[in-house]
C-alpha cells in the first residue's frame, strides 16, 4: 500500500543552520509529493509540492526535489529562522478522484535563536 | 490559494452531548473533502473521505454512527460528533480538494474538548 516515512523529531538546530528533513515513500503508480507545514494551534498549510519525477518544489526558502529512483522528496532549507519553528508533514496523493493523501507522522522544528 | 474555513475554531460541551462541526471552501468547489483527527505530537489520521451526494467512507475502526459526516454541497460538509465523551477530545480538521486538483487545502482546525 502507499506510505510515507519521515524523520522522527523533534529537531533542534540554530538560527541560519541548514536543514534537511528526510521523507521516503512508498506507493503504487506516480503519485504527488507535499510538504506540509503546521504552527502551533492551526491548521495544515501547503509549504511546497511536486508532481512528476525530478521535480523540484520551492517556496520560502525551502525546497524538495521528487527523486523515483530512490523513492524520496527530501525537504531543505539553506538557513533557517526561528519563525520556522513548526510540525513538518510529508505526503503523497494520487490524481485518482478518491484517493487519500497519506501523511507521514510529522517532525516538529525547533530552532534556537 | 484556495481558502477553507472550518467552524468553530474551538468548542467545550458536556458529556453526552452532540457538537456539530463544519467545513466550507470559499472560493471552489471542493468535490472531495476529508475529515481527519490529530492527538497531540501525532499526525493526522484520516477519518473518512466524502464525495458531494453520497455517503461518506469511513477508515477502518472509525464509528460511522458516532462520526456523522454529511456533504450536502459542493462547498459544505459536516462533520457531527454525537453523544461525545471525553475520549473523543482531539484536535480536528477537515481539507477539500477539487475534483480536477490532487492538492488538498486544510481548514485551520477545530479543538473540541468534552468535559
Known amino acids: 500500500g502507499n506510505s510515507v516515512t519521515q524523520m522522527e523529531g523533534p529537531v533542534t538546530l540554530s538560527e541560519e543552520a541548514f536543514l534537511t528533513i528526510n521523507c521516503t515513500y512508498t506507493?503504487?503508480?506516480?503519485?504527488?509529493l507535499f510538504w506540509y507545514v503546521q504552527y502551533p494551534g492551526e491548521g495544515l498549510q501547503l509549504l511546497l509540492k511536486a508532481t512528476k519525477a525530478d521535480d523540484k518544489g520551492s517556496n520560502k526558502g525551502f525546497e524538495a526535489t521528487y527523486r523515483k529512483e530512490t523513492t524520496s522528496f527530501h525537504l531543505e532549507k539553506g538557513s533557517v529562522q526561528v519563525s520556522d519553528s513548526a510540525v513538518y508533514f510529508c505526503?503523497?496523493?494520487?490524481?485518482?478522484?478518491?484517493?487519500?493523501?497519506?501523511f507521514g507522522k510529522g517532525t516538529r522544528l525547533h530552532i534556537l535563536p | 490559494g484556495a481558502v477553507v474555513s472550518q467552524h468553530p475554531s474551538w468548542v467545550i460541551c458536556k458529556s453526552g452531548t452532540s457538537v456539530k462541526i463544519e467545513c466550507r471552501s470559499l472560493?471552489?468547489?471542493?468535490?472531495?473533502m476529508f475529515w481527519y483527527r490529530q492527538f497531540p505530537k501525532q499526525s493526522l489520521m484520516l477519518m473518512a473521505t466524502s464525495n458531494e451526494g453520497s455517503k461518506a467512507t469511513y477508515e477502518q475502526g472509525v464509528e460511522k454512527d458516532k462520526f456523522l459526516i454529511n456533504h450536502a454541497s459542493l462547498t459544505l460538509s459536516t462533520l457531527t460528533v454525537t453523544s461525545a465523551h471525553p475520549e473523543d477530545s482531539s484536535f480536528y480538521i477537515c481539507s477539500a480538494r477539487a475534483g480536477e486538483h490532487t492538492e488538498a487545502f486544510f481548514g485551520q482546525g477545530t479543538r473540541l474538548t468534552v468535559v
Open positions: 505526503a503523497l496523493s494520487r490524481v485518482n478522484r478518491d484517493d487519500k493523501i497519506i
Open positions: 472560493d471552489f468547489q471542493a468535490t472531495t
Open positions: 506507493a503504487t503508480g506516480y503519485p504527488s
